[in-house]
């Protein structure tokens, strides 16, 4: 006799847990499902909708389990197999993800959501192309102002000013990756870079050549890089730096959503003046998520070290501690607006022979800008930035603000 009535409020629950799952509240609609699991599994309504509930919430692994009870009764359910496509490729199984998205486009679907599987098998085959062999390049141009081209200190100190300028620049990269194995793939790249300001600062002048080699290794949703980096930077045609570093790096996808990256990197920067001659050592991590808003987030931390190879000169090297946060929302498949917070503290191993004190810096950094894409293969990017290193010692403390517009093609 209480049969009847009970199943009827189970089907109000499904009907109300998918009217939230399907209006954006997905996390209160699993929440809702959850503790039924033990009494309904196996009734391929109910984990029809946990499924979806869970897909859309982020639980992928629940909604694998709860589509697959589905789709063992009803077989024939293509709601049913374009979600749990969508559950396999976030945690990572291409291969499973397109048969499940390419049977339930066959049994049909709605236009609306056959266009979403169309994007999604679009990007698995994107996913599948970059494991294999590739070759990309980009060229970029730049417009800009920057009110502080020279870093000089906020205050006038021995005579140094500010010297503002407009400035152009360009830079071609070039990056590859060779397939060894099914696992196993041989990278590289090589970019130059060149910027050039007015006639009232062109002494600051700069251009930079930077090149890498090195091997990947993927396995499942684990990726190891170790590479060889070389750089050499030039101001107004003298060499200013050059630096060598072996980088080591893992990167975890929880799914399609959330990466996890740890790094270590060691190397050596050479000066014109020897002395200023370091070994530089950092290891750091960072996280980056996306939600189904769109809306991506990512945060990193780092720790490091410059040691000095000549001994006596310990004020030319520091330890550092820093980190950087960013966020990017977009507005359509044209417009994102982004934004990204960075702060670095350096303190220094002796003190400076002028100031006669143990030099401290604390910098932050603020980045503002829009990604516009007004055709395939071409970015637009104004941004705004804004520089600040407050020092113990006068001649390291500035600040400075940058404004510029940067066109990218691809290739």
């Known amino acids: 006799m209480l049969a009847p009535p009970a199943f009827a409020a189970w089907d109000d629950t499904l009907r109300q847990a998918l009217a939230m799952a399907e209006s954006g509240a997905a996390q209160q609609a699993f929440e809702m499902l959850e503790p039924l699991e033990m009494e309904r599994s196996g009734d391929p309504d109910y984990d029809l909708v946990l499924g979806i509930a869970a897909n859309q919430s982020g639980h992928h692994t629940r909604a694998i389990f709860a589509l697959e009870r589905t789709l063992m009764v009803n077989p024939n359910n293509p709601r049913a197999r374009a979600e749990l496509g969508?559950?396999?490729?976030?945690?990572?199984?291409?291969?499973g993800a397109k048969a499940m998205l390419g049977q339930a486009k066959s049994q049909g679907v709605p236009v609306a959501a056959a266009r979403t599987i169309d994007q999604l098998l679009q990007t698995i085959d994107r996913l599948e192309a970059e494991a294999?062999?590739?070759?990309?390049?980009?060229?970029?141009?730049?417009?800009?102002?920057?009110?502080?081209?020279?870093?000089?200190?906020?205050?006038?100190?021995?005579?140094?000013?500010?010297?503002?300028?407009a400035f152009t620049a360009l830079a071609f990269t070039v990056s590859g990756r060779k397939a060894l194995a099914p696992r196993w793939s041989l990278i590289?790249?090589?970019?130059?870079?060149?910027?050039?300001?007015?006639?009232?600062?062109?002494?600051?002048?700069?251009?930079?050549?930077?090149?890498?080699?090195?091997?990947?290794?993927?396995?499942?949703?684990?990726?190891?890089?170790?590479?060889?980096?070389?750089?050499?930077?030039?101001?107004?045609?003298?060499q200013a730096r050059s630096s060598w570093s072996i980088s080591s790096e893992w990167t975890h996808r929880f799914d399609a959503f959330r990466q996890f990256n740890a790094y270590f990197q060691a190397g050596h920067l050479t000066y014109p003046q020897s002395v200023r001659n370091v070994d530089r050592y950092v290891l750091g991590a960072s996280y980056g998520?996306?939600?189904?808003?769109?809306?991506?987030?990512?945060?990193?931390?780092?720790?490091?070290?410059?040691?000095?190879?000549?001994a006596?000169?310990?004020h030319l090297g520091h330890t550092l501690l820093g980190g950087r946060v960013g966020v990017q929302k977009p507005f359509g498949d044209t417009l994102a607006l982004f934004a990204s917070l960075s702060l670095e503290d350096r303190s220094y191993s002796g003190p400076d022979p002028l100031f006669l004190t143990t030099r401290h810096d604390q910098q932050w950094g603020l980045n503002i800008g829009t990604h516009w894409l007004p055709a395939k293969a071409w970015r637009v990017t104004p941004q705004w930035s804004y520089l600040q290193t407050a020092s113990n010692i006068s001649t390291s403390t500035f600040e400075k603000q940058t404004l510029s517009v940067t066109a990218r093609r691809e290739f």
Do not use: C, M, W
Not at 86 to 95: F, I, Q, S
Not at 138 to 164: C, I, M, Q, R, W
């Open 86 to 95: 969508h559950a396999l490729y976030a945690v990572g199984d291409n291969a």
């Open 132 to 165: 294999d062999s590739s070759l990309r390049a980009y060229l970029e141009g730049t417009l800009g102002y920057d009110d502080n081209v020279n870093s000089a200190p906020s205050s006038k100190v021995f005579g140094l000013k500010p010297a503002a300028s």
């Open 188 to 238: 590289g790249s090589f970019g130059a870079s060149g910027r050039a300001h007015n006639t009232t600062a062109i002494a600051y002048d700069t251009t930079q050549l930077d090149g890498s080699i090195g091997a990947n290794y993927r396995v499942d949703r684990d990726e190891y890089t170790v590479a060889l980096q070389l750089s050499d930077s030039n101001v107004a045609t003298v």
């Open 289 to 310: 998520q996306q939600f189904r808003s769109g809306l991506s987030t990512y945060g990193s931390a780092y720790i490091g070290q410059e040691v000095t190879t000549q």
């Open 312 to 314: 006596g000169v310990g």
